[in-house]
């Protein structure tokens, strides 16, 4: 099979032949159409996060990519949800045990023996991937290939943050909260779905580009990060609950100083490690109730949520660019230099 292929980390990706994987028990294979690039893949092949280039050494691991959409080609042995010709996803979360505690209590991504896709598993930037059975989202027949791709990470990962603001925090539809990083690949998605559950949506980026596309996604209200303080406080007092995907601390400082008291600090951007930490009083924490989530990907019950909203029309998928597999090096250059807004898809 065709696939794109880490030769030396950080150096450009070679396309090339390699053997095409086989199904294990309780696994499938699926035949991949399209596939989602994410930020994720550029640090993973530039070598930047040191533990999980210890994982894909570890496991073989070269082919990077964890939206992949496809059909599956064949079951493995057991696999009884699932046949071919089934229209399927290959997200990061590739499996799972589901008999430890956090699987069995609807966590499975803290999953001791969990394995991602790219990382324990060669990705989906290639004609073929394997995924085990129970992780495996169907797609419906609504969502194009390119609109599910990024619904794969970019999409789950807003949902299962926004979602924690009913399941988690219990906060109740109507009242203001604030999207931090609104415009970008994730906040795009947390904007629109935050709108569907109904909460009053205060989506805070910088620039003025930045702002008229979150005013754009139907934030009631899109504010520049330099006055998000006081617009806020004038406003309402405190929001109660900052959702930060802005990958800087400053993005969590705003989100802390912005809330009220009981409010939520849902973190899911990822600073540089280089940033350092981010400075918690716990005279705040404690004085004011704040309460603290982190949240990553999703899983299975999420995306049927999530497609449920794309179908309905409430969730859009911005995808500004698609590629061949081919052209794989360009669009890794583009998305490193920030040229990309939006998501980009490779069709193979
Ligand atoms: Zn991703
Ligand atoms: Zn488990």
Not at 241 to 261: C, D, H, K, M, N
Request: overall charge neutral.
């Amino acid at each position: 099979m065709r696939a794109a292929v880490i030769k030396e980390w950080g150096t450009p990706l070679e396309v090339t032949d390699v053997p095409k994987p086989e199904p294990g028990p309780g696994e499938v294979l699926v035949r991949i159409s399209a596939s989602g690039v994410c930020h994720t893949d550029i640090h993973q092949w530039k070598g930047d996060w040191p533990p999980v280039q210890a994982l894909m050494i570890q496991h073989g691991v070269r082919i990077l990519g964890h939206e992949g959409i496809g059909v599956v080609e064949e079951v493995g042995l057991g696999v009884s949800t699932l046949k071919k010709g089934d229209r399927v996803g290959v997200p990061w979360m590739n499996y799972w045990c589901g008999r430890c505690e956090y699987c069995l209590s609807g966590y499975p991504h803290w999953c001791p023996h969990a394995k991602y896709t790219s990382v324990h598993v060669d990705g989906t930037h290639a004609e073929y991937a394997i995924i085990s059975e129970r992780a495996t989202p169907r797609i419906p027949k609504e969502i194009s290939d390119v609109e599910a791709a990024p619904l794969m990470c970019a999409g789950v990962t807003a949902y299962g943050a926004v979602r924690k603001l009913i399941t988690e925090a219990a906060i109740p539809p109507g009242k203001p909260i604030a999207i931090i990083g609104a415009a970008g690949g994730l906040g795009h998605y947390a904007v629109q779905i935050a709108k569907a559950f109904g909460y009053t949506v205060v989506g805070i980026d910088v620039g003025a580009e930045r702002v008229k596309f979150v005013e754009k996604l139907g934030a009631d209200y899109a504010v520049d990060v330099g006055e998000a303080d006081k617009f806020v406080m004038d406003k309402w007092g405190g929001v109660y609950a900052s959702v930060v995907f802005t990958p800087r601390l400053e993005g969590y400082r705003l989100g802390l100083r912005l809330l009220r008291p009981l409010g939520a600090l849902v973190f899911v951007g990822l600073p540089d490690m280089k940033e350092g930490g981010l400075e918690l009083y716990p005279l705040v924490v404690v004085g004011r109730g704040i309460r603290i989530f982190g949240s990553s990907v999703g899983v299975t019950h999420e995306f049927e949520e999530l497609f449920n909203l794309v179908v309905q029309g409430k969730v859009k998928s911005h995808v500004t660019k698609t590629a061949s597999l081919s052209e794989i090096n360009e669009v890794f250059k583009d998305l490193e230099e920030g040229k990309i807004v939006g998501r980009a898809v490779l069709k193979i």
